[in-house]
């Protein structure tokens, strides 16, 4: 009943392969996995070949095979049975908080981006690659703080330009949780810096 679950120890202690052990126990269940892996733990010569054999893990590299998902979309939300469709702001702020937890942003450079972001969705033409040239445009407007929205810039570019999303798909996740032939599924992060992974 509780899905929580923390395992923590030092380097060597068996973290990994405690892991690795419960995803096989799910694999006998039938229960498909998804693992995101930033640590190169999951590569496929880092498995043990009891967990290769039970779970024939599908492993996709990010860096050469983006994520098809849009970090922009309108979720809906399940407020005790009534379901809820985020909108522009909602978004606008959800993906504002995941930079904001890597990037340690102030206020100003939280609610420039917020603004951007808005601005994008609003329009229906926001993907990632789009958000340089929306901040941009705020460099001269004369209501946006021109150091500011340098600043934004030069923190979000190098993940920008990173392109970690394949635009226009959206991965079929039941695909991945009903898929009976590879039990588990890694979303490999090796080859990709600290803060692009974060």
């Not at 202690?13 to 405690?18: E, I, L, P, S, V």
């Not at 419960?22 to 229960?31: A, D, R, V, Y």
């Not at 450079?109 to 926001?126: H, K, N, R, T």
């Not at 039941?174 to 599924?185: A, M, P, R, S, V």
């Amino acid at each position: 009943n509780n899905r929580h679950l923390l395992i923590f120890g030092s380097s060597g202690m068996g973290k990994t392969y405690a892991i690795q052990t419960i995803l096989c126990e799910f694999g006998k269940q039938m229960q498909n996995s998804l693992i995101v892996d930033y640590t190169n733990g999951f590569l496929p010569n880092q498995l043990e070949e009891a967990t290769s054999n039970a779970l024939k893990p599908q492993q996709r590299i990010v860096k050469a095979n983006k994520i098809p998902l849009d970090p922009f979309l309108k979720q809906k939300q399940d407020v005790g049975g009534f379901f809820i469709e985020n909108n522009s702001m909602d978004v606008a702020k959800r993906v504002t908080s995941i930079f904001n937890s890597v990037y340690n942003m102030g206020d100003q450079q939280a609610s420039i981006l917020i603004d951007a972001i808005y601005d994008g969705v609003e329009a229906g033409q926001m993907k990632l690659e789009n958000l340089i040239p929306i901040l941009e445009s705020y460099l001269d407007d004369g209501t946006h703080k021109k150091g500011t929205v340098q600043t934004v810039i030069s923190k979000l570019k190098p993940f920008v330009s990173e392109h970690p999303f394949a635009n226009g798909k959206n991965e079929n996740w039941d695909g991945i949780f009903e898929d009976k032939e590879h039990l588990c599924h890694v979303f490999q992060l090796a080859g990709v810096d600290k803060e692009t992974s974060r």
